[in-house]
């Protein structure tokens, strides 16, 4: 078949950033790029400085989540460079920024690697200790280029407990295996429900298949994020729960995560 467009060129070099982790999921709709905002706003609270790329250029939602809906990046003198609009102390750059919400971004797979290459390149990033990647779902094209491209530090995946079953967790290890990206472990988002009255837990979408994945793939679990209005509303709301109710027992749940990674 053709070669990806790009695979043949030199890696990126990003001399600023020193390290790039990846949050990847094997569907949509799991809850990767609220994990990934509430992970991205934990490490910043452990004092590390923090960047978020949203590498999904199909459906971009970290503009919404971070509360900069409305924000442009600046021109910088450094190179033409551009300067990622920031909230919560995170320099956030996404695509969101360039196109209209409300036109679809139709590009096929090479253009769309260009803009995410353009994007990690051409920010301003600052010194930074860690990027953080929202990729787009599943194992594409552009999963692929980033891990050729540049040098991704590790991977952690999202899913849901029933997702997982669907999910060919296999495949995308093997993918991430292939391109040397190591898998630092999978993440089991709405993982039960806690009746915010009386304490009461129910596993409404099952309970313990990211661990039972994790376990037979031989790649670390890391925690379970229960299913939550305040982590939904604060998404929705681009107030990151991390932020408002940084003690919290779901923030708790982030903040144990960030830790291991
Ligand atoms: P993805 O990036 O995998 O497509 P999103 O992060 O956009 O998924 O989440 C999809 C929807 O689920 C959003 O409305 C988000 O607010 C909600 N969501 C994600 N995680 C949780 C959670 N732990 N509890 C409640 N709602 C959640």
Redesign the pocket.
């Known amino acids: 078949g053709q070669r990806p467009q790009g695979a043949a060129q030199k890696p990126l070099e990003l001399p600023t950033v020193r390290s790039i982790i990846t949050v990847a999921?094997g569907k949509?709709?799991?809850?990767?790029?609220?994990?990934s905002v509430n992970l991205a706003l934990s490490l910043a609270a452990k004092g590390l400085k923090v960047g978020l790329l949203d590498a999904d250029i199909y459906g971009p939602?970290l503009p919404r989540m971070m509360g900069l809906r409305d924000a442009k990046p600046t021109h910088s003198d450094k190179e033409g460079k551009m300067v990622p609009p920031s909230a919560f102390g995170i320099r956030i750059m996404s695509i969101g920024f360039l196109v209209d919400e409300e036109q679809p971004v139709i590009w096929r797979g090479p253009m769309a690697m260009g803009a995410l290459e353009q994007l990690l390149r051409d920010s301003d990033w600052g010194e930074l200790d860690v990027l953080v990647v929202d990729m787009p779902?599943g194992t594409g094209d552009i999963q692929l280029s980033m891990a050729q491209r540049v040098p991704v530090t590790g991977a952690v995946i999202?899913s849901t407990p029933q997702d997982i079953a669907l999910l060919d967790a296999r495949k995308g290890l093997n993918m991430f295996r292939k391109v040397n990206v190591p898998v630092m472990g999978l993440i089991e988002?709405?993982s039960y429900y806690k009746c915010p009255e009386c304490g009461h837990i129910d596993h409404v979408f099952d309970h313990g298949g990211a661990r039972k994945a994790a376990d037979e793939l031989g790649v670390p679990f890391l925690g379970e994020?229960?299913?939550?209005?305040k982590?939904?509303l604060g998404?929705?709301e681009g107030k990151p729960i991390i932020h408002t109710d940084p003690d919290g027992e779901h923030s708790r749940a982030y903040t144990a995560i960030a830790d291991k990674i």
């Open positions: 999921s949509g709709g799991v809850g990767k790029s609220t994990t939602s779902p999202v988002n709405m994020i229960p299913l939550d209005l982590i939904r998404a929705d």
